[in-house]
């Protein structure tokens, strides 16, 4: 019970959310009502999509592609797909916020998380994420399984400005 407590109040304290997925997401609830800005960007809606990738997940510890250029106010509209055998998972943040989340990951490996930056892809299937980029700037996706982030799944985007 201590444990429990104590995972709940570093949670909250980070204000990381517990909760890590389903096969693919496709049938995540929608987003919350009251989206929250982030530093990179804000989840979109699916109805104004401008553009869609698909980004594949691999056991070498890789993303394909590794580097995604976006224009700034893109509403776009992911397709992960998880080409290995093993559990992966892509969160968008900044450098800062990836390496802290990694490390809480590494404490807690059986941490969940329900975010609409971040999206768990079981192995062979595929999920969908849309999010609006609305701020210009180098950004950064990654695997935040433990190990993967450490062997180097990571990604960059960058949002070129209007």
Request: charged share 30%.
């Amino acid at each position: 019970m201590k444990r429990v407590a104590a995972v709940a109040a570093l949670v909250s304290a980070t204000g990381l959310a517990v909760a890590h997925g389903d096969d693919s997401h496709r049938d995540r609830p929608p987003v919350p009502a009251v989206k929250e800005q982030q530093p990179w960007g804000i989840a979109g809606d699916a109805k104004t999509v401008t553009r869609t990738i698909e980004v594949r997940m691999l056991d070498t510890m890789r993303f394909s592609p590794e580097r995604i250029d976006i224009r700034e106010g893109e509403t776009v509209r992911f397709i992960h797909r998880n080409d290995g055998k093993v559990l992966h998972e892509f969160v968008l943040g900044t450098k800062q916020a990836l390496d802290k989340h990694a490390e809480l990951m590494m404490k807690f490996p059986d941490m969940e998380h329900d975010e609409p930056h971040m999206i768990h892809v079981r192995p062979g299937k595929a999920g969908d994420m849309v999010w609006t980029f609305n701020r210009a700037g180098e950004f950064d996706f990654a695997c935040l399984i433990p190990g993967h982030y450490q062997a180097g799944m990571v990604g960059k985007v960058k949002v070129l400005p209007k």
